[in-house]
């Protein structure tokens, strides 16, 4: 494990508890992000087959029961095995594991769909690369990603407001831009996506995605069409 996704790991351990406490219920008093999350779960609903979702940078597991009410069977995995030990103590009756968004424990095509609620925010160009393929990988064709995702110019930061903790790691404040280039590269058709103003205890504006893995079919006509020379 490199030293920066160590470094990442070790502090939400230490934040665990801080999130258990602080963001439980917060998904209560957001309107935005519970449209967001429905509009994602009735496509993911409305496509054939299973509602089986990956919670990828699960945290708490705040968000497992709430995607269950609108349908969805969530299977959550986070980098932190104590965000794991508070999600599985906090919510018994859903499925979490410890992973990292680069390596999946998925098979190909597994899943109906993912979310990655602030949480590929973390990782630099590269490996946030390798985080969308592997996203790609697990999600079966037609299937659906939705990100939420803390809003600016794509440079690295670190979490100024985690050193009251005693913890500091990298971030990234993601441009639309950056965010829609990495789901069209990773083979997803950006089909929502939206943004609003910092809220009054927020440093930045928070921007929202949802895509669509592309299918076989199309998959194997925009490789044609990409290949074929005008004239």
């Known amino acids: 494990m490199d030293a920066s996704t160590l470094e990442l790991r070790d502090a939400h351990d230490v934040l665990a508890g801080v999130y258990r406490e602080k963001l439980a219920t917060i998904i209560d008093e957001m309107?935005?992000?519970?449209?967001?999350?429905?509009?994602?779960?009735?496509?993911?609903?409305?496509?054939?087959?299973d509602n089986v979702i990956g919670d990828i940078g699960?945290?708490?597991?705040?968000?497992?029961?709430?995607?269950?009410?609108?349908?969805?069977?969530p299977r959550g995995?986070?980098?932190?095995?104590?965000?794991?030990?508070?999600?599985?103590?906090?919510?018994?009756?859903?499925?979490?594991?410890?992973?990292?968004?680069?390596?999946?424990?998925?098979?190909?095509?597994e899943l109906a769909g993912a979310i990655g609620?602030?949480?590929?925010?973390?990782?630099?160009?590269?490996?946030?690369?390798?985080?969308?393929?592997?996203?790609?990988?697990?999600?079966?064709?037609?299937?659906?990603?939705?990100?939420?995702?803390?809003q600016g110019n794509d440079q690295h930061r670190r979490a100024s407001r985690a050193r009251a903790f005693g913890v500091?790691?990298?971030?990234?404040?993601?441009?639309?831009?950056e965010v829609e280039s990495r789901a069209a590269e990773a083979g997803f058709d950006v089909v929502f996506w939206a943004g609003r103003p910092a809220g009054t205890d927020e440093l930045q504006p928070q921007g929202y995605l949802i895509a669509q893995k592309a299918t076989a079919q199309k998959a194997t006509a925009q490789k044609h069409c990409g290949s074929t020379k005008p004239g």
């Open 31 to 49: 309107p935005i992000e519970q449209a967001v999350l429905g509009l994602f779960c009735g496509w993911v609903r409305d496509a054939p087959g």
């Open 58 to 73: 699960c945290g708490t597991g705040r968000l497992a029961p709430y995607l269950a009410d609108l349908g969805m069977t």
């Open 77 to 109: 995995v986070d980098l932190s095995p104590e965000m794991v030990r508070v999600a599985r103590e906090d919510y018994p009756d859903h499925d979490f594991g410890q992973a990292d968004a680069r390596e999946l424990p998925f098979a190909d095509g």
């Open 117 to 150: 609620w602030y949480s590929l925010m973390y990782l630099d160009p590269e490996q946030r690369r390798r985080a969308f393929a592997e996203l790609a990988r697990v999600i079966r064709p037609g299937g659906y990603l939705a990100m939420a995702y803390k």
């Open 168 to 177: 500091d790691f990298d971030i990234y404040w993601l441009s639309a831009a």
